[in-house]
T-cell receptor
Framework: NAGVTQTPKFQVLKTGQSMTLQCAQDMNHEYMSWYRQDPGMGLRLIHYSVGAGITDQGEVPNGYNVSRSTTEDFPLRLLSAAPSQTSVYFC??????????????FGPGTRLTVL | GNSVTQMEGPVTLSEEAFLTINCTYT??????LFWYVQYPGEGLQLLLKATKADDKGSNKGFEATYRKETTSFHLEKGSVQVSDSAVYFC????????FGAGTRLTVKP
């Protein structure tokens, strides 16, 4: 199993550009989520999905869109990039979000810089 | 709401020293508690977890006990190694995941 994969690893955008961060998992996990990691702030939840066709907002959803058309894929879209979105983005998956004991598996991250 | 507060770093120790990283939480009900570790350039990996009060999670010489009376889940290791250098995150899951800010540990030979 590849686990959770993310592409690209690094990306530089100009203000106002749009892009999609890709995330895929091959563990048949129902629950997938996106976090951003900023210095001194830990990880903050952007959006999550409890299954194909179902998404919901997390703690910091503004400026980001998600969709979940398949169990495997959970792309994150930046509609109009802003410097405040410079961060490291992590995708994670688990067997079920409603089971509070479930371990989340993380991808390697995408480092995004917005100029 | 749910939140996690953990000891600010960075923490620098000599090899074989004793490690404690403090973590306290705020949550309603009975969250599950986790410690994750992040090595340079990588994503987070689960280090250990505890799902109910008085449970002790342990892995690779690290331990943490779920203390409901003090709402704490402190991470300890009796003798750290250079390879333990990483960032450590305390987290809780109470139907959504909340992470602490992370504590950077550097172990010197």
């Amino acid at each position: 199993n590849a686990g959770v994969t993310q592409t690209p690893k690094f990306q530089v955008l100009k203000t106002g550009q749009s892009m999609t961060l890709q995330c895929a998992q091959d563990m048949n996990h129902e629950y997938m989520s996106w976090y951003r990691q900023d210095p001194g702030m830990g990880l903050r939840l952007i959006h999550y999905s409890v299954g194909a066709g179902i998404t919901d907002q997390g703690e910091v959803p503004n400026g980001y869109n998600v969709s979940r058309s398949t169990t495997e894929d959970f792309p994150l879209r930046l509609l109009s990039a802003a410097p405040s979105q410079t961060s490291v983005y992590f995708c994670a998956s688990s067997t079920s979000g409603s089971g509070s004991y479930n371990e989340q598996f993380f991808g390697p991250g995408t480092r995004l810089t917005v100029l | 709401g749910n939140s996690v507060t953990q000891m600010e770093g960075p923490v620098t120790l000599s090899e074989e020293a004793f490690l404690t990283i403090n973590c306290t939480y705020t949550a309603t009900g009975y969250p599950s508690l986790f410690w994750y570790v992040q090595y340079p350039g990588e994503g987070l990996q689960l280090l250990l977890k505890a799902t109910k009060a008085d449970d002790k999670g342990s892995n690779k010489g690290f331990e943490a006990t779920y203390r409901k009376e003090t709402t704490s889940f402190h991470l300890e290791k009796g003798s750290v190694q250079v390879s333990d250098s990483a960032v450590y995150f305390c987290a809780l899951n109470n139907n959504d995941m909340r992470f602490g800010a992370g504590t950077r540990l550097t172990v010197k030979p």
